[in-house]
């Protein structure tokens, strides 16, 4: 498995490539199990089914980033309601940026950035306000979303089905309709 997180390294600038977004579709589907698993574990039916659910559902979307005809990210948004998942949960049902890995080899070109101003035109369609959750030790992660306006709602939140390294945090931004 590769490491949960990258290095945190706010001095250096990233450099961009061409990369293109679109929604996922079914050939893409074992080249985001494959970095999944790289990056997360777990078994690969699971992963293959999660991802084929974004294919077939109208709440949920995936979208993968290409280079040069290869996946080089992949980014999830979609309607994500704990309070069925965990009653009581602490976390608004809401629309979700929900899971983000782009390849170890293809960081800092932009992806990441390009994969969620994608999901965020999305969700953008469909609610004025967007969530996320994130490590408290994912600094790359904060940053990048902060550059789309994301602010601090809550520290040490509780999601259903996600482990945190460090403390759970969660992140709120204003969208235009
Ligand atoms: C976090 C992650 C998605 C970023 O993807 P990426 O394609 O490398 O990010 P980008 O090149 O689009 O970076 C956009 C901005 O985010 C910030 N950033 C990204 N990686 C960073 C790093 N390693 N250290 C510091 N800041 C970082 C920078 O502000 C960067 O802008 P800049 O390059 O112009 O300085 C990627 O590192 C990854 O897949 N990590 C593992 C999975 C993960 O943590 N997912 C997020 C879960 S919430």
Redo the contacts with the bound molecule.
């Keep these: 498995m590769?490491s949960?997180?990258?290095?945190?390294?706010?001095d250096?600038?990233?450099t961009r490539v061409p990369v293109v977004v679109r929604e996922l579709a079914e050939w893409d589907v074992e080249a985001c199990v494959a970095l999944a698993v790289q990056?997360d574990g777990g078994e690969q039916a699971a992963w293959r089914a999660s991802f084929e659910r974004s294919l077939h559902s109208a709440d949920r979307r995936t979208f993968v980033?290409v280079i040069d005809g290869g996946v080089a990210?992949y980014?999830t948004a979609g309607w994500f309601a704990s309070s069925a998942l965990s009653p009581g949960s602490t976390i608004p049902d809401g629309w979700f940026?929900l899971?983000?890995?782009?390849?170890?080899r293809?960081?800092?070109?932009?992806?990441?950035?390009?994969?969620?101003k994608a999901r965020l035109g999305w969700l953008g369609e469909r609610t004025d306000r967007a969530w996320?959750?994130?490590?408290s030790a994912?600094?790359?992660?904060i940053?990048?979303?902060?550059?789309f306006g994301f602010r601090l709602v809550a520290s040490d939140v509780e999601v259903p089905g996600v482990a945190f390294t460090a403390s759970g945090q969660l992140f709120c931004a204003d969208l235009p309709r």
């Design positions: 590769a949960l997180f990258a290095d945190y390294r706010p250096d600038r990233g990056r980033a990210g980014a940026l899971g983000l890995v782009v390849d170890p293809c960081r800092r070109h932009g992806v990441g950035r390009e994969l969620t996320y959750f994130v490590s994912n600094r790359a992660s940053d990048l979303h902060t550059g």
